[in-house]
């Protein structure tokens, strides 16, 4: 069973995954490259665990071909689904089971499809395909917290080429959800405002930090962005969740993401990327002051890795100049 | 002139640093290897900016051959000493002008010297040297914290082969160290007790997580490590400054730190590695709850930049197996 540690000093949980690959000369995340070989392509359903829900058009059956999305559980899962929660000291320190669920989504059938190639409504399956698996993972009481993200590209991370997000349902706040929680409480308090519709107020009227803009969302370069072309997508209307948001929000965003991606893959030589999405925790109330949102950060730099140690940033691009360079990128190749 | 700006909900303070190389498809944070000529060899003085500081034992000019160890200012600093520090606001946004040191120490005029191949005594040298820079540099009344890392290989984000360290001192203080500082002054308001001191006391009593110790240091895997291998190195006297050791430590920390990067060298293959001194930012009252230390990360992972965007990390190796795989690596060839 896998282990959430708590750092003593800093607050911080770490999950100690202590069944995964350990051979201390091979430290893989997920599953290797075989040969060519990809279990998430049309027709190897019977490579990965059996799925977990699919959008199917056709009527065809679980675990077949015939599919256009398809979430399956992470074959080397950071947490395990089964079991009790339970919080426990050794000593000083706290712990926990590695209780929580790691889901893959299979974004497509065809290999060679990249978020940025999809069509929009496509995008829109994917974002559907989060909210079905939030809603659901939602119901478990142990789970306090839902992170979805996107490794794309080898160097952000992924192991398998083929075009995947990954869901992780845990049963603490990550640190950064907890300093966002946090900080935007304390502008709330203060201001009786939200913090990020302040931030888009202000964005609106400086435009020198906007990407792309459509009537529901915004894609802006942050004003103290950590990484060059750091790009956040936040909806125009204030909403904690991720999972609340109206039908036309997701087709918006869909539209407006692709726009955004294809310009960084025009811009930026088709860059690797995380995308993350910054979605509320569940039982804390935050529903005045938290605003759900996108951080997409392309892999330009070899991140120092003092950075992870200090938490302290350097970034040599200024986001007034990465937002006009992806800005004037062009979307026809 | 560089920038500090805060991001306006988690106060994280990043460096946007406009004057270096910001060509979108080029981005490097110091200078470029250009066909084996080497600026930080014995010879080539006349290639970095004017020493700031050396030990020399043999009477030698400044800026010349001689030199067992060298502090040079960076050339291509994130942030620059002069000017008046300025805080203001850009609407809701918070910014700084970018005034900071930022200095290179060359830890050996040999271009194949390595700190784990290094003499105690010669890493002792790099140990007073650290200290030397920071006396000197607190005297500023503008800066509030020193940072000193070394980045150790290409993927640790180093840009120059040759041994070196770096120094920035900083008017901020960054995100993690206020995060230790604020989690040991919780735990000493409850406790009265350094959390540092417990966490030794525990790891003394349990010595399944001691990687190496001496009488005046330990070496440990910590119990909530978040990469593989993460080891920290402990004073076993309390203390919140670096600065501060007797002499007598400094020895001590020497000689254990060779050993702790050979077994590394040993059991990882050379791993690159970022190592990270932390010790307390200077007018916060922190002697009775902060206890200095060395973070050291080897990189061994291809980090998923998913953590650094949510905060939370998974770690593949427990930290019970990394100790007893360092503790039982051999230190001769």
Redesign the interface.
Known sequence: MP?L??????????????E???R??S?K?TVERKGGFCPFCEGNEQHTPSEIMAYRSNGSERDTAGWTLRVVPNKYP?LHIEGELNREG????DKMNGIGAHEVVVESPDHEMTMAKMEPTHIENVFWAFRDRMLDLKRDKRFRYI?I?K?QG????ATLDHSHSQIIA?PII????S??IT??KA?FNYKERC??C??IA?EK??STRIVEENPDFIAIS?????F??ETWILPKQHSAFFENAQKKEYESLSKLLRIVLTKMDR???TP???M?IHSSPFYENTQDFYHWHI?L?P?????????????????????E??AQ?LREASLSG
Chains 1, 2 share one sequence.
Request: negative net charge; aromatic residues 14%; without cysteine.
């Open positions: 282990e540690r708590r750092d003593p000093i800093t607050g911080r949980w770490v999950i100690i995954s202590t995964r690959e350990k201390p000369t430290f995340l950071a050794e000593g000083m320190f992170l993200f490794n080898e160097a952000a991370g845990l990550p640190k950064l959800a300093e966002e900080g935007a502008y913090v990020y302040d931030i202000q009227a400086e942050p004003f103290a962005a950590r060059p072309f811009a930026l030589a690797p990327y995380n993350i951080e950060m892999k330009l730099t070899k991140v120092a890795g003092f950075e992870s140690g200090t938490g302290f940033y350097i970034n040599p691009t200024s986001p100049e990465a360079f």
